[in-house]
């Protein structure tokens, strides 16, 4: 499964911007899908979980109420909505997929990754 992020871009703090996640070479409707981040000198965070099913979400601590996740089968993608932006979302965002649906925010879960997409977030 090729996966392709986009939709980051620079948004200043209190806004919003929608992540996607195209998924191409693979069932997509057969995994779960996870948001992770990375900010600069720091490890990688989970951000969220959305299993196969859509039945099942998990979400970080730091984004609980204000990120969305979602997922379109038809289409073969995945969705990450962030409102209410703070500066320290600030990061490069990656999406990634597992086989087996059950939420982790463990990285080393993940089969596929993304390649990541670039939110930053100004004052």
């Known amino acids: 499964v090729q996966l392709q992020a986009s939709g980051g871009g620079l948004v200043q703090a209190g806004g919003f911007l929608r992540l996607s996640c195209a998924a191409s070479?693979?069932?997509?409707?057969?995994?779960?899908v996870g948001w992770f981040r990375q900010a600069p000198g720091k490890e990688r965070e989970f951000v969220a979980f959305?299993?196969?099913?859509?039945?099942?979400?998990l979400y970080g601590d730091s984004v609980k109420g204000r990120f969305t996740i979602s997922r379109d089968n038809a289409k073969n993608t995945g969705y990450l909505q962030m409102n209410s932006l703070k500066l320290e979302d600030t990061a490069i965002y990656y999406c990634?997929?597992?086989?087996?649906?059950?939420?982790?925010?463990?990285?080393?879960?993940?089969?596929?990754w993304g390649q990541g997409t670039l939110v930053t977030v100004s004052s």
């Open positions: 990634a997929v597992k086989p087996v649906s059950s939420a982790s925010v463990n990285p080393n879960s993940y089969t596929y």
């Open positions: 070479g693979g069932t997509f409707s057969y995994y779960g």
């Open positions: 959305l299993s196969a099913s859509a039945r099942t979400t």
